[in-house]
């Protein structure tokens, strides 16, 4: 089994296990789960293959099977949908165990952030993936200033945000000092955390953000969490 099947498996194992565990009832929202997954998942596989297939970034053959959908490894397809399975259990999880409360944000907070991201998207318009991860988190801070209000100002939320993005930066890791994936130069400014390109982080944070959007969005339209 290749390195990159090994974490996809690592990342799903426990929440796989833990999917009929009683509390958490995980089982009783799969179907808001896979609305969200096909959704975004979608939308992040067509971006990955385009950007992939103009160079940049690239899958190292040791560490994959060499199985290809759509231009890109199985394994990097898998990934989008063991990411989201894993990470919503954990946020479900922590609505079963923790009191949600609201931060008292201040609204233009959130336009001034989709400004910066706006403008950061602007001025490196020419390194492909910093443009396009800085403009998809605008997009994220227009939505939490106009249409997901509750979301965003939840504890909830951001502890989501907070564990799962550590998490991600171990696996993350592994994936970009072996490398499993390199990146080209001309596709980001070249700051890093340890290996881990700085745009990966707002790609994390994009990715989780409009799982969960689609995920409460589809929760909200099919009915609330199921009572035991």
């Known amino acids: 089994m290749r390195l990159y099947l090994i974490l996809n498996v690592v990342i799903i194992a426990i929440p796989l296990a833990l999917t009929f565990a009683p509390r958490v009832y995980y089982y009783r929202k799969l179907k808001p789960l896979a609305f969200s997954i096909l959704i975004v998942g979608s939308m992040f596989v067509i971006w990955d293959a385009v950007a992939s297939g103009r160079g940049d970034w690239s899958f190292n053959n040791e560490y994959v099977h060499g199985f290809n959908i759509f231009g890109l490894p199985f394994e990097e397809i898998l990934f989008f949908i063991t990411v989201p399975y894993s990470c919503l259990f954990l946020y479900e999880t922590f609505r079963t165990y923790i009191k949600e409360t609201a931060f008292s944000i201040n609204k233009h907070i959130y336009g001034i952030l989709a400004l910066l991201f706006f403008t950061g998207a602007i001025i490196f ?40 993005t550590a998490l991600f930066a171990v696996f993350n890791y592994f994936l970009t000092s072996l ?15 340890t290996s881990i390109p700085v745009e990966d982080f707002f790609y994390n944070f994009s990715l989780l953000s409009l799982y969960l959007i689609f995920y409460r969005f589809a929760e909200d339209k099919w009915g609330r969490r199921a009572s035991p």
């Open 179 to 193: 490398p499993v994936v390199t990146y080209a130069e001309g596709a980001i400014i070249g700051l890093r955390i």
């Open 125 to 164: 318009i020419n390194r492909s993936y910093t443009a396009t991860v800085l403009l998809i988190s605008a997009i994220i801070f227009v939505s939490a200033r106009f249409c997901f209000k509750t979301i965003f100002v939840s504890n909830l939320y951001w502890l989501y945000i907070l564990i799962c």
